[in-house]
C-alpha cells in the first residue's frame, strides 16, 4: 500500500454517521433544566426557614422544698357554671315592639328588657276603669233610695199609730227598704270584684314589659321585635320562647366530676387551684363547695362543687378548667406523700406535657430548633408536672396547650419564641 492509500485511511469522513451515537446538544438541555431547579431551590429555601413557627416557651425549674406543702392530692377537669342563669320569657303569647338589651349588657333587678303589644290590654283596662266607675255611681243611686224608703217608712209608722194606715202598708214600706239595702250590700260587693280584676288587668298590662328577675350579665339575646313570643313553645317554630338569657356572675362556680375511687381524698372546704384552659398559666385560689351526696353508676364518678376565693372578668360560663385539690398542710401526710427533702426531677407545666399511646415526650427548644425528647413523669404538683428522667433544668421546652399547635410540630423544626405573657399564634 503506498502513502496515498494510508493517508486517505487517517481523514474523517464528516458525512459518515457517528457509530456512538453521542450527541452532546442532546443531554445539555435536561442539564441545564436540572441545574435551573437546583438554583431555585436553594435560593429561595431560606426565605421558607424565616417564616418560623412562634411558640410559647417555659423553662424546667428545679423543685423547692416549699412543694411539698403545696402539691395536690388529686387533678380533675370541669366546667363553670352559674348558679343563677335564666332565659328570661313573658308570662302570656304577645308580640314584641321592643327589645332593650344587648348581649354583654350588664343589667339591674327589675329592669325593662323588652316591650310586648299592649293596645288589647289598654283597652281591657280602659274597660274595667269604667265598670268600676259604674258600679260606684249605681251605690250613690241605691244609698238616694235607701233615703227615701226611709223617710216613706217614718211617715207609714205614724199614719199607722194614728190609725191611718193599715198593717199591710207599713209591711210594704218595711220590706222594700230592707231590699234597698240588700242591693246597696251587693252593689259594693261588685265594686270590690271590680276593683280586684282592674287590678288584674294592671298586672297584665305590666307584664307587657318583661324585667330582669335579678342583677346580672345577658350572655343571649333570642327575640327581635315583630316576632311572637310565648312562655312555651308554639306557632310551628315560629314563636321565641325567650326575650334573653342573663346570668349572675357572682354565683360563678366549678362542677367536676371526680373518679368514685378517689373521691375520699376531697373533702368539704378543702383549699384548691382552678386552671382556666384559656389561661393555664394563671390559676384562681379556690375551695371545695360540696361534695353531691350521689354518684353516677354509668360513669363511676360523683360530682364536686368548687367556688372562687378570687375571680376576675376572665371567668366566664361554660369555660373548661382544670382542678387541684390541694393537700391540707395541717393534715397527716399519706405515707407516700412524706418527704423530707424536695423531690427529685424538674417541674414544668402540665401543659408542656404530650401524652399519646402510653408514652410521654417534650418538644426541647435548642439553637432555635425544637426536637421531641422522651420523658419520665412523676407525681403531680397542682398544675405543674414533676418531670424525673429526661429533662434538665434550664432547658426550654415548648407549652403544647394548643392542638392545632402540637399537631404542626415535628423534629428539626425552625422555631420563633414569644415574647412573654403572648399567646401562640397560628399562622
Not at 446538544?25 to 441545564?32: D, H, Q, T
Not at 393537700?327 to 414544668?348: I, M, N, R
Amino acid at each position: 500500500m503506498d502513502k496515498e492509500s494510508l493517508l486517505n485511511e487517517l481523514k474523517i469522513d464528516r458525512e459518515k454517521p457517528d457509530e456512538t451515537g453521542f450527541r452532546p446538544l442532546r443531554w445539555f438541555i435536561p442539564i441545564a433544566l436540572l441545574a435551573g431547579a437546583a438554583f431555585v431551590f436553594w435560593h429561595f429555601r431560606p426565605l421558607q426557614q424565616v417564616q418560623a413557627l412562634t411558640v410559647d416557651t417555659t423553662v424546667a425549674q428545679a423543685p423547692q422544698q416549699l412543694l411539698a406543702s403545696t402539691e395536690s392530692v388529686l387533678d380533675a377537669t370541669g366546667y363553670v357554671i352559674a348558679r343563677r342563669m335564666a332565659t328570661v320569657s313573658s308570662k302570656v303569647t304577645g308580640k314584641v315592639m321592643e327589645v332593650l338589651v344587648e348581649e354583654g349588657m350588664r343589667v339591674e333587678e327589675g329592669q325593662v328588657l323588652a316591650r310586648l303589644d299592649d293596645s288589647v290590654n289598654r283597652a281591657q283596662l280602659d274597660m274595667e276603669e269604667a265598670q268600676v266607675a259604674s258600679a260606684r255611681a249605681s251605690v250613690e243611686e241605691l244609698r238616694v233610695q235607701i233615703r227615701q224608703a226611709e223617710l216613706n217608712l217614718g211617715r207609714t209608722r205614724d199614719l199607722a199609730a194614728s190609725q191611718l194606715a193599715s198593717q199591710a202598708e207599713l209591711d210594704r214600706d218595711e220590706l222594700n227598704l230592707e231590699a234597698l239595702r240588700a242591693r246597696l250590700e251587693k252593689t259594693e260587693r261588685d265594686i270590690e270584684v271590680a276593683e280586684r280584676a282592674l287590678q288584674i288587668q294592671r298586672q297584665l298590662l305590666e307584664d307587657m314589659q318583661i324585667r330582669a328577675p335579678f342583677s346580672g350579665v345577658v350572655i343571649a339575646k333570642a327575640a327581635q321585635p315583630g316576632e311572637m313570643i310565648s312562655p312555651v313553645a308554639a306557632g310551628g317554630g315560629f314563636t321565641a320562647t325567650g326575650i334573653c338569657t342573663i346570668v349572675d356572675m357572682e354565683s360563678l362556680e366549678v362542677e367536676v366530676d371526680v373518679n368514685e375511687a378517689y373521691i375520699n381524698r376531697v373533702y368539704p372546704g378543702q383549699n384548691a387551684t382552678i386552671l382556666l384552659n384559656a389561661w393555664p398559666d394563671d390559676p384562681y385560689e379556690a375551695e371545695v363547695i360540696a361534695i353531691i351526696p350521689a354518684a353516677n353508676r354509668n360513669q363511676a364518678t360523683v360530682r364536686v362543687r368548687i367556688g372562687f376565693i378570687d375571680r376576675d372578668e376572665r371567668v366566664m360560663p361554660e369555660m373548661g378548667v382544670r382542678v387541684a385539690f390541694m393537700e391540707d398542710a395541717g393534715a397527716a401526710v399519706l405515707p407516700e406523700t412524706q418527704s423530707e427533702a424536695p423531690p427529685a426531677g424538674v417541674l414544668v407545666p402540665d401543659s408542656a406535657i404530650v401524652r399519646e399511646g402510653g408514652l410521654t415526650h417534650v418538644w426541647v427548644v435548642t439553637d432555635g430548633r425544637i426536637n421531641r425528647r422522651e420523658v419520665e413523669l412523676g407525681r403531680s404538683a397542682g398544675v405543674e408536672a414533676l418531670v424525673v428522667a429526661g429533662l434538665e433544668a434550664g432547658e426550654r421546652i415548648v407549652n403544647t396547650r394548643d392542638l392545632e399547635l402540637r399537631a404542626r410540630l415535628e423534629d428539626g423544626l425552625t422555631v420563633q419564641i414569644a415574647a412573654s405573657g403572648t399567646r401562640n399564634p397560628i399562622n
